[in-house]
């Protein structure tokens, strides 16, 4: 086994890991040398490229938002039911963006509108590398993105586009293990994600097809107080109405502040980090009969945009909102269809033939996605894991200065940059 890493991982609470598997092309180059001068085995962007490649902040940012409620909409949809949903956008486009810097043709165009419609690869990577030193930059919370790479002895060895392998690792800070995919390796990799999650996520795997060629997982683990803990006599007993219409008991947080959101739709408050860099978004609807699951369907990025650009601190916002722990699973092959990457799923039509192989031999069978978040008088903790396996072919105004945003029924929220209000973790809370 041969395995190269960087030091770059920071051990924190709140969590999130993105994995890709890839199952295909028959045996190892005889000469056991590195195809890098086959040209079916080369990346279609230069990789060399992205780090030098400036891009639209205010646009990406926006091809964001576009994505991150897309992919919630489409998620509330595929999950049913009104249980607690949350995703973290930002792990699944890192580590799709790992598979998107080795695809071709269609596969690449629809991995890049995915989350950058019309755009350049180039720039979606230069994107997706920002965000990642961003996260691994962030100061007074614990915040950092880790990517591990597991690729299987048997199956790929060295048939693998070292230009690939170099990008990945150099762009992504991506350890590298070449190794048997066996009983042993799984254990390897289960402990890596949940030593890389803060130890929020176990047994990610169950077990290691030993069919499949390469692993990709993406950690992005989030740890934050808040920037002014809730004060003791502010933290008391209530009732939670749930998305079913049945209450339930639970510790609330409250506090007054003055950042204070109405929209159409919503209205809601924003609660600080330590430093400041990121926050705690509240979104209530203002439909009390809708769950949350509901409202998050049919809340567009248009629809957000209207939400944060309501901003204002003319009032004294009396919040309130329940301490709650989710946990949310979901194979989600049809919610990335759904939302327009659909030839990555089927054998033949998919090209990934700039990670290795040839076109059409490797294709998306699986992506799973789970993510936990404990909010609580402290702060807040929140994981993700999101588990890609690749296969071989064979409104009403108040006239007083108060405003009231009362979360003791369903709501939406996001975690998210304050400068760029662009969420890294966004979910629902239907039940405590």
């Not at 600080?272 to 979104?283: C, D, R, S, V």
């Not at 209000?421 to 979910?427: Q, S």
């Given at each position: 086994m041969k395995t190269f890493t960087k030091k770059h991982i920071k051990a924190l609470t709140g969590i999130m890991a993105a994995s890709l598997l890839l199952s295909g092309c028959t045996g190892r180059n005889p000469s056991g040398n590195r195809l890098t001068d086959d040209p079916a085995i080369k990346a279609e962007i230069d990789l060399a490229k992205v780090k030098k490649t400036d891009y639209d902040s205010a646009l990406m940012d926006s091809e964001y938002n576009r994505y991150t409620f897309a992919l919630l909409s489409q998620?509330?949809?595929?999950?049913?039911?009104?249980?607690?949903?949350?995703v973290s956008p930002a792990s699944i486009m890192i580590a799709l963006d790992m598979v998107a810097a080795g695809a071709k043709k269609d596969s690449l165009r629809q991995l890049t509108d995915l989350f950058a419609e019309g755009q350049d690869p180039l720039l979606q990577q230069a994107y997706a590398a920002a965000l990642m030193d961003k996260i691994n930059s962030a100061k007074d919370v614990d915040f950092a993105c880790a990517n591990a790479v597991w690729n299987n002895s048997r199956l790929l060895g060295d048939k693998v586009n070292t230009r690939y392998v170099d990008y990945i690792h150099e762009t992504f800070l991506a350890e590298y293990t070449v190794t048997e995919f066996n009983q042993k390796t799984c254990d390897e990799i289960n402990r890596w994600i949940y030593d890389h999650t803060d130890k929020k996520i176990s047994n990610m795997l169950d077990e290691l097809n030993p069919d499949t060629a390469m692993l990709l997982v993406n950690a992005i683990t989030f740890d934050g107080k808040w920037d002014e803990p809730y004060e003791k006599d502010k933290v008391n007993d209530g009732e939670f109405t749930a998305s079913d219409g049945h209450t339930q008991n639970a510790v609330f947080l409250s506090e007054t502040s003055n950042v204070y959101f109405e929209s159409d739709k919503a209205t809601g408050f924003m609660k600080?980090?330590?430093?400041?860099?990121?926050?705690?978004?509240?979104?209530l609807p203002k439909d009390?009969?809708?769950?949350?699951?509901?409202?998050?369907?049919?809340?567009?990025?248009?629809?957000?945009?209207?939400?944060?650009?309501?901003?204002?601190?003319?009032?004294?916002?009396?919040?309130?909102?329940?301490?709650?722990?989710?946990?949310?699973?979901?194979?989600?092959?049809?919610?990335?269809?759904?939302?327009?990457?659909?030839?990555?799923?089927?054998?033949?039509?998919?090209?990934?033939?700039?990670?290795?192989?040839?076109?059409?031999?490797?294709?998306?069978?699986?992506?799973?996605?789970?993510?936990?978040?404990?909010?609580?008088?402290?702060?807040?903790?929140?994981?993700?894991?999101?588990?890609?396996?690749?296969?071989?072919?064979?409104?009403?105004?108040?006239?007083?200065?108060?405003?009231?945003?009362?979360?003791?029924?369903?709501?939406?929220?996001?975690?998210?940059?304050?400068?760029?209000?662009?969420?890294?973790?966004?979910?629902?809370?239907?039940?405590?």
């Open positions: 998620t509330v949809k595929d999950s049913g039911g009104d249980g607690n949903v949350m600080n980090y330590k430093g400041g860099e990121y926050a705690f978004l509240a979104i009390a009969s809708v769950s949350a699951n509901g409202f998050a369907k049919d809340f567009t990025s248009a629809d957000y945009e209207a939400f944060i650009k309501s901003r204002t601190t003319e009032y004294n916002v009396h919040s309130r909102m329940p301490e709650f722990k989710s946990d949310f699973k979901l194979l989600m092959n049809d919610t990335v269809a759904n939302l327009g990457a659909r030839n990555i799923f089927e054998p033949g039509l998919a090209d990934f033939s700039g990670i290795a192989c040839t076109p059409g031999e490797l294709y998306v069978s699986k992506i799973l996605h789970q993510t936990h978040i404990e909010v609580d008088a402290k702060g807040t903790k929140a994981s993700a894991a999101t588990v890609v396996s690749m296969a071989k072919n064979a409104s009403f105004e108040d006239p007083s200065n108060d405003r009231y945003v009362n979360c003791d029924r369903p709501y939406m929220y996001a975690i998210v940059d304050t400068k760029t209000m662009t969420p890294v973790f966004i979910g629902t809370v239907n039940g405590v």
